[in-house]
């Protein structure tokens, strides 16, 4: 059926229509432990949900008996252990959730099904990317495993807690996407300031009401330690960076420790801001001590997908996935309530540009364009000095397309600096939950050059692309496809037409890159389908030849590595580490220790004996002790 979102789901939760609960049924053998709720639910029957379909007895012959018809009463009061009942899916069942096409193995995962009303399936948003899904109409299918042992299976392999990171490089694939990255964005920024009553209802807003049996027992918390205000006086205030440490230690037991540091999307700190990272002018640079955010905004650089500097990587890693999974369901129900309350949308005042954006804008394309001139006039007269290996008209093309293109990043530039800090596309943008300079452009400045096949749109008349144009002014920028316009201020008539050419090429791209990549991925499939790695830990074929002597040459794993790959690349990231030895047991990331405090303290650590040798190494290397 058709999904939908749900942020006040877990990550592994997907919720079930009632409909599609009372149709999908799992063969229950009758014990001991289950003879009294599986009677209550032959007593409901088909059509009361929970209930059951069948039930097979052990001196039935192996016949079915459908439960819409009959004596259900007398059927329950004669059930006997042995006996099999098709019961209805129910809270706590684990269900397969696939989204066609299947292009990896993500894209069939096992949830936990929570039953619901009306007639979507629902699940959480940080769970999209993996199976590519948005809710514009997308469908989705679910399967229920009919043994003990295809469920066992289900959550062990193919568990959402056990597929948070892509096996292709060890990058999260599930983590917190556009609306929450904003919503903590926003959150963390420097004048964001809770009174103790708002403060309370934040930290609210991210827990659940009642603890369920399904997948993550205990996600319940029972006390809340509210940490002390940021400002005492003249009232007190708390900051949106404090909902972090809450979220991440709400009751002062320090069940979990994060130590993280690394620069944000808008970190700027360079010579004209001199000083440590810590003090960056615009808060661009994380740092996470003993679970407290200290400085630095949340983004994709740090709660999203595709970096191993993410809060929720580092839980993974230190641990285990339902660290990380329990962490991702309070950020998502946090920042969809904390946004539901503030509000974020886009109007018309926000891609407006103001009069000195205009003139600016006026003055970079009227330059532009005088360039542009100059040089068809040069070619026009045969003055154009040809670059190496171009004809004149193909160094006249590669000429205008340069200038042409740093008119739209200039005009960008200036979009950047003109906007408010608080206009919606820019905070999209700055924050990576959605859009790029050139969507803010687009909208506010200039759209720029229209390509077609890696060029300026071609001549469809005899010496010029539309007839509006005369054959002397053919390679002029408006000629060939440039709309100085911008989508605010409105297309003309050509501009319009070039635009939507190039759409045109887009649209069809997609179309035939799809069946193409899908051509190719079934032959990829069909070659290395037999592959497997054998227990001397070469990879050979069903024949038994042998492809490889070691897995992919070093026996690694990629969805276990710490490290960004290459050569630099390490299975653990020992710097990181270091930060978190010296913040739990010497108290500071930064002050000084001795190597015999730094060996005593990797005893507290959680990391195998040959890691704790090889990160003893690495400290003596390089001297970081001192």
Same mark, same amino acid.
């Not at 012959?61 to 459908?66: A, I, P, Q, S, T």
């Not at 006996?83 to 397969?96: F, I, M, W």
């Not at 293109?405 to 003109?418: A, F, N, T, V, Y």
């Given at each position: ?15 079930? =229509? ?24 032959? %007593? ?13 007895? &052990?001196?039935?012959?192996?016949? @079915? ?6 004596? %259900? ?12 009942? &098709? %019961? ?22 096992? #949830?936990?099904?929570? !039953? ?31 043994? &003990? ?12 807690? #056990? ?9 999260? +694939? ?7 990255? $904003?919503?903590?964005? $926003? ?16 930290? /609210?807003?991210?827990?659940?009401? *009642?603890?369920?049996? $399904?997948?993550? /027992? ?11 205000? /940021? ?92 660290? *990380? ?16 309350? %503030? ?7 926000? !891609?407006? =540009? ?6 600016? @804008? ?25 670059? =190496? ?7 006249? &093309? ?41 969507? !803010? ?25 539309? =007839? #509006?144009?005369?054959?002397? *002014?053919?390679?002029?920028? /408006? ?46 499939? @069909?070659?290395?389908?037999? +592959? ?46 270091? +930060? #978190? ?46």
């Amino acid at each position: 059926t058709v999904i939908s979102p749900d942020p006040n789901l877990r990550i592994n939760q997907v919720a079930v =229509p009632v409909y599609i609960a009372k149709t999908l049924t799992f063969p229950e053998v009758v014990t001991k432990n289950n003879i009294e709720y599986l009677r209550e639910a032959v %007593r409901n029957g088909p059509d009361v949900h929970p209930g059951a379909n069948f039930i097979q007895t &052990e001196n039935g012959n192996g016949l @079915k008996r459908y439960l819409k018809y009959g004596d %259900r009463v007398k059927i329950a009061k004669e059930m006997r252990h042995g006996d099999v009942v &098709e %019961r209805h899916l129910r809270d706590g069942d684990v269900v397969l959730f696939n989204r066609q096409p299947s292009l990896h193995k993500l894209s069939i995962m096992a #949830h936990f099904a929570v !039953v619901r009303p009306w007639r979507t399936f629902r699940f959480n948003e940080c769970a999209c990317t993996p199976y590519n899904a948005d809710f514009d109409g997308d469908e989705m299918n679910l399967h229920l495993p009919q043994t &003990e042992e295809a469920r066992a299976e289900a959550i062990e392999l193919m568990g959402v807690m #056990h597929n948070l990171v892509t096996p292709r490089n060890g990058q999260p +694939l599930i983590a917190a996407i556009q609306d929450f990255i $904003t919503a903590a964005y $926003t959150l963390t920024s420097r004048d964001t300031f809770f009174t103790r009553e708002t403060f309370m209802q934040t930290c /609210a807003m991210m827990f659940e009401v *009642a603890c369920s049996d $399904t997948g993550m /027992a205990g996600e319940m918390v029972e006390k809340i330690v509210l940490p002390e205000p /940021a400002i005492s006086r003249p009232c007190r205030l708390w900051t949106g960076k404090q909902i972090i440490n809450v979220l991440l230690d709400p009751d002062g037991s320090k069940k979990w420790t994060v130590n993280l540091q690394g620069k944000t999307r808008i970190f700027t700190h360079s010579k004209q801001f001199p000083g440590s990272a810590e003090m960056c002018p615009v808060d661009g640079f994380l740092v996470i001590r003993n679970s407290q955010l200290l400085c630095g905004r949340l983004d994709k650089s740090n709660i999203g997908g595709e970096a191993k500097g993410s809060i929720f990587y580092v839980l993974l890693r230190d641990y285990g996935p339902s660290a *990380a999974v329990i962490a991702m369901t309070r950020l998502a129900r946090l920042c969809a309530r904390f946004l539901g309350s %503030r509000g974020f949308s886009i109007g018309l005042n926000d !891609v407006q =540009p103001g009069l000195q954006l205009r003139a600016l @804008k006026e003055d970079v394309v009227k330059k532009g364009y005088q360039e542009c001139d100059a040089n068809i006039q040069d070619f026009a007269s045969g003055l154009l000095q040809s670059q =190496p290996g171009c004809t004149p008209e193909q160094t006249l &093309e590669a000429v205008i397309s340069g200038i042409l293109s740093k008119i739209r990043d200039d005009c960008g530039q200036i979009c950047l600096q003109e906007l408010s800090r608080n206009n919606a596309p820019l905070i999209m943008q700055w924050c990576g939950s959605k859009g790029s300079k050139i969507n !803010v452009s687009q909208m506010v400045a200039c759209v720029g050059q229209q390509i077609i096949s890696g060029s300026r749109i071609p001549d469809g008349f005899e010496g010029r692309s539309l =007839p #509006h144009f005369a054959i002397s *002014a053919s390679k002029t920028p /408006a000629a060939k496809g440039f709309v100085q316009n911008s989508f605010y201020s409105g297309l003309t008539p050509c501009e319009f037409f070039f635009h939507a050419v190039s759409g045109r090429e887009g649209l069809v791209d997609t179309a035939v890159k799809t069946a193409e990549t899908g051509y190719m991925q079934r032959r990829l499939m @069909k070659a290395l389908e037999d +592959l497997s790695v054998q227990y001397d830990m070469t990879v050979r074929t069903s024949t038994n030849a042998i492809v490889q002597f070691c897995y992919g040459d070093d026996g690694l794993d990629p969805a276990m590595m710490e490290g960004d790959g290459g050569s630099t690349g390490n299975p653990v990231n020992f710097s990181r580490i270091l +930060l #978190h030895t010296k913040a739990i047991c010497v108290g500071s990331a930064d002050s000084y220790c001795s190597l015999d405090t730094l060996k005593s303290a990797t005893d507290h650590l959680i990391l195998p004996e040959s890691f704790k040798l090889a990160l003893i190494d690495f400290l003596s290397k390089q001297e970081l002790t001192k």
